[in-house]
């Protein structure tokens, strides 16, 4: 099935002429990243956000530790195996023992079934693997039961000399699925001859939205050179507010600034291109998460009145991080409806491959607010057609044509977020 | 769906142990064939017929120009996109045009099917495929109306200097999906800069079955010996026989003492085992292929009496080519049932990934005779499980289960092949 996209009559959506120019082109377009993967490596995994505005298909959100694999369709399970096997082929073929370090939720059985999916993929692609957790309360090994009845063992991980493990296993691959919001714990700095995959820098208390941003640009600006479009289309704008403090109510102007001149942006760009949607901006924690820290605004006044409940939301983040750096991103109305209920593509990619995605649906917001939010719900059969079988003769807007086209867009985050691990590296 | 298997009480067979060896080392199973793939390529493709005995199960051919794409599942093919992706980007990334060479089969609207799928395939991992034809009376571009109600164009090949291709289009890569039987095309000798998959040295002018079964007896000779089982469960025996002419009856005395010689070997082994079936073995065109050219035999005396009809139909195989080397090869009868009648997996492969398979089904044929003969037909659902995804908690007998051990027994051919093309190489 492919959601319906509201106030796009099919044929006079500009997006349907992008659609068919990516599925001309896409013999060009995989060529050309096939020869990106010469020069950049990609993340062992990761997903993102997209949002469908009709008039522009963008990421909004790119994830290097994704959860969710629980919600893929089973029919996206192979896919993922067999990219997991050419994702540890590539990077260590003498490896066969990953820990995987997941997240400390240990009373969120839906992410816990992520984690048990995910040990499940990697060891159905040829790894022994046990799960290594940073729980300080567990001291042993303690089997948690799942919704489904089956059983995911969390144990203490044991550091000795420079590397870790756990009791009776020396992993040769360490793979997070953490996003180290806390910080890089010790018990993880300094290890030798295991690698850490993705690695350190790629976590939280290092990355920065922008700095991946920077690079989507980048990659989108030579993608949109090729293909003789205009780079907004798959782009959206963005700034930065640095030494904000929300309780303190410093940075304020900086941030009413910045709004106020992408509003503008946003509203000139909308009229040279007939578009009448309200411009809107999105203001989230550069390095925030969970969809935590995230406010859609309309006008610079927003910013400067904040509530102090308002104040309390943007302030902290997961793991009770202070946010002090600040993301203005140009808002990407979706347009997609699952069900009547607004909803915004997730694309799960391993290695280099996209390996399948479903919806985040929401039945309380609205086009322009942010769907990641309690009472969310995923629709996971959305994307149970393959997002690598464009069907040329078909409509661009046929379902294999439309997440074909979802595939190509992630990739570029996926490229760039390979250039920002790159620039990253310490 | 599992096919049933004859004569096989559950838990009463050997073959269920064996099962249960591989899905416990799987993880070993994959880094060791991780580690082979370091130091060896793997042919583009390959399908290969298996029999399960219930008592042994082995690779029985290899076909390295498979055809019956159209066979496989729909589940099947967006494994195979990403197989196919991942094998032009190893093998030449800068490659952005490939010409399909099919076999010479106009009429044969079944093959043609296949091609018109390996080429939607081709085009889909990102390549722009044309359709060259060695067929001389193709002197410009023909349509083809498939039974689909799509159509394929058939081009004459261009040759230009050292290179091929059709007009205005001149490939990076050629990839052959005809097997040479009728020898090395002048045409595509001598080309330059341009990469022939599989090497022309593939085709069945040069190559010989009973090469590829020595290196299949060596590689799983090192399997074997690693899961610490005997070979013999995953390996048949063979011979050849050289300058064998059935017309002249030359070259039966030899015939008769490998038949004989390898029944007695039979013979002993199942005694050993306890296995009370007859022992056979079939013999064969050591270049053959399509079925052609091929007899079960379970006494010596029938290879030196064969009357006028037999004869002819052991002379002589695809594209006329007469037939002097003959592989006499251990007979490993099918127990496998689907819908009453006997069947034989096929395993689809493509670079180092299964891809999916299907079952040979022949209602007119015993369980001990060749089934890809006219009348057989194809149960394409059979496999709609991944080979990938082993179910660790179920019984070996589950489906993930079994059709995982296939995939694991089709990759020791699929290494086989590799090394016997190295061997070959020119």
Redesign the interface.
Known sequence: MVPRILNAPEGASPLLHLERQILDA??????W???Q??SHTPPFYASVDLRNAGFKLSVVDTNLFPGGFNNLSE?A???A???M??A??RRC????RFLLIPENHTRNTFYLTNVARLAALL??????IRIGTLIPEITEATPVTLPNGKTLVLEPIIRSGNRVGVKGFDPCGILLNNDLSAGIPAILQGLEGQQVIPPLHAGWSVRRKSQHFACYSKVVAAFAERLQIDPWVLDPYFATCTEVDFHARSGEACLADQVSTMLTKIREKYALLGITQTPYVVVKADAGTYGMGVMTVKDASEVTNLNRKQRNKMAVVKEGMQVTDVLIQEGVPTLELVDDAVAEPVVYMVDR?VVGGFYRVHAERGPDENLNAPGMKFAPLAFDE?C???D?ASHPDAAPNRFYVYGVVARLALLAASLELEQGRP
Do not use: C, K, N
Not at 26 to 31: C, F, L, T, V
Not at 123 to 128: D, H, K, V
């Open positions: 896409s013999s060009e377009i995989e060529h990243f096939r020869s993967w010469l029919d399970l192979p896919l195996v067999q990219a096997s050419a540890v082929e073929p003498d490896v066969r060891q159905q692609s040829g790894l022994e491959t393959s690598m079988q464009p040329y």
